[in-house]
């Protein structure tokens, strides 16, 4: 990508987050697995948790501005001007990306996307029952959602239980780099 920005700390509920491209191994295997299972160029596509928007713009990079497709990136509002920010250093038309605020829990004004993209969204155990709840209201019937994590704590996985009770979840298994990226922790 042309641009990168990203450092600094952000207000999350009481406590500051660290505001970094989180574990790059993560959004990566997101990326690789996306890109390989998606061939779709006119699917509508939202990132929840998006940081600075490093998963989505180089999904948006990756389709090309040709496709018919556009990927929305997501996050809190003390994000929403570094998203923007990244957009425009990386030259992508405003009709292929765009940014906006999405706090986890107020997801019901957005339509359901046909796939949505979290990256390392489980790191703040407070906000797990919202991201559940976000994740409720925007996959529909024909949504597809790409997850990944790193497990930091046994309650990562609490979360995912919680998942596989509202959703059928299939991990990858057939991905020939999962006993790299598993021995990582990296769970997709």
Same mark, same amino acid.
């Given at each position: 990508m042309a641009g990168w920005h990203g450092? *600094?700390? #952000?207000?999350?509920? *009481? *406590?500051t987050v660290e505001l970094t491209s989180w574990e790059a191994d993560v959004g990566a295997q997101l990326l690789r697995i996306f890109l390989l299972g998606d061939d779709s160029k006119?699917? =509508?596509r939202l990132e929840l948790g998006a940081g600075g928007g490093l998963v989505g713009l180089a999904i948006a990079l990756a389709l090309g501005q040709s496709s018919n497709a556009h990927i929305e990136i997501t996050d809190q509002i003390q994000l929403h001007s570094l998203?923007? %920010? =990244? /957009?425009? #250093?990386? %030259? /992508?038309?405003s009709e292929f990306v765009s940014a906006s605020v999405l706090d986890? *829990?107020?997801?019901?004004i957005h339509k359901q996307p046909d796939v949505l993209l979290a990256a390392d969204c489980v790191y703040f155990e407070p906000a797990f029952p919202l991201l559940l709840q976000t994740m409720k209201q925007l996959i529909g019937g024909n949504t597809v959602?790409? +997850?990944? +994590?790193k497990k930091r704590r046994n309650a990562d996985l609490h979360f995912v239980k919680d998942l596989r009770k509202s959703f059928r979840v299939e991990d990858v298994m057939d991905d020939p780099d999962r006993g790299i990226w598993s021995r990582e922790r990296l769970f997709l």
């Open positions: 450092t *600094g700390k #952000v207000l999350a509920a *009481g *406590g006119t699917a =509508n998203m923007e %920010h =990244n /957009i425009k #250093v990386n %030259h /992508i038309a986890w *829990g107020e997801a019901s959602c790409y +997850f990944c +994590f």
